[in-house]
């Protein structure tokens, strides 16, 4: 059973900081690209980041370049996103996404609220 769980959201007051986890058990994790999108209430969920197989590249959104950093530890089976300088726009349920070849399996998603 593949299962893919996120932790470490919350509520942050701006320009603080949070890291993001994403567990991985049931796939071959190396052998997967892995994705933060996000969602925030009323809009469509967007790719935040990505981060291919042995993560020899990545790629952030323009919205998020420079403040968050996506990262993995295959050897953990895990995906991290540390976020720094939020804003309240950042705000949203972020969710993570594994991909290999036709296979595709997101997580529950954990809610980040940036606010004072």
């Known amino acids: 059973q593949v299962q893919l769980v996120e932790s470490g959201g919350g509520l942050v007051q701006p320009g603080g900081s949070l890291r993001l986890s994403c567990a991985a058990s049931?796939?071959?994790?190396?052998?997967?690209?892995m994705s933060w999108y996000r969602q925030a209430p009323g809009k469509e969920r967007e790719l935040v980041a990505d981060?291919?197989?042995?993560?020899?590249?990545?790629n952030h959104a323009d919205s998020v370049k420079g403040r968050f950093t996506i990262s993995r530890d295959d050897a953990k089976n895990t995906v991290y996103l540390q976020m720094s300088a939020l804003k309240p726009e950042d705000t949203a349920v972020y969710y993570c996404?594994?991909?290999?070849?036709?296979?595709?399996?997101w997580g529950q998603g954990t809610q980040v609220t940036v606010s004072s």
């Open positions: 049931g796939i071959s994790f190396s052998r997967y690209g």
């Open positions: 981060i291919t197989s042995a993560g020899r590249s990545t």
């Open positions: 996404r594994a991909r290999y070849s036709f296979r595709d399996y």
